[in-house]
């Protein structure tokens, strides 16, 4: 089988589509994770902390000649800093994402349990023959 046959059956089945598609998905719905957590909620966290921009927090853990005040002039000089705001705003981020993850999982367990499951089949009816011994049995026992 060609390399070029392989990558075809490769590509057109079903997992590979699917695993493509929940990646855009995916990466779409990163964005408006992103979206909601800086724009809707570190906002009000930071105004509940008395800080306006989390990720501007940090501590000069290196000396600092210049008295360079922004995290981004920090780095660009290569002075070691602690920046812990980032890493608050990521670790809000993922809590959030982890939620409506678990709450989208949640709506789907409980919409396939609400779904109508198939009425168990009845057995299949007994046998004439059967019946007729179960008759003589039943019969002999009296």
């Keep these: 089988m060609s390399m070029l046959q392989e990558f075809k059956e490769f590509a057109v ?3 590979a ?5 929940g990646v855009i998905i995916g990466g779409a ?3 408006i994770v992103d979206s909601i957590v800086g724009d809707l909620i570190m906002p009000l966290v930071s105004r509940v902390v008395g800080k306006l921009d989390f990720s501007n927090l940090f501590v000069v853990l290196g000396d600092n000649p210049n008295n360079l005040t922004t995290l981004a002039d920090l780095k660009k000089a290569g002075i070691a800093v602690f920046a812990y705001g980032s890493f608050l705003t990521i670790l809000v981020n993922f809590i959030i994402l982890a939620f409506i993850i678990f709450m989208m999982v949640k709506q789907m ?6 779904e109508e499951a198939p009425a168990p089949a009845e057995p299949p009816p007994t046998p004439e ?6 008759e003589i049995r039943d019969s002999l026992k009296k």
């Design 109 to 114: 367990n409980r919409l396939r349990k609400t």
């Design 17 to 21: 589509m699917d695993l493509a598609v």
């Design 129 to 134: 023959d059967i019946t007729l011994l179960r």
């Design 13 to 15: 089945k079903g997992n």
């Design 29 to 31: 719905f990163g964005k």
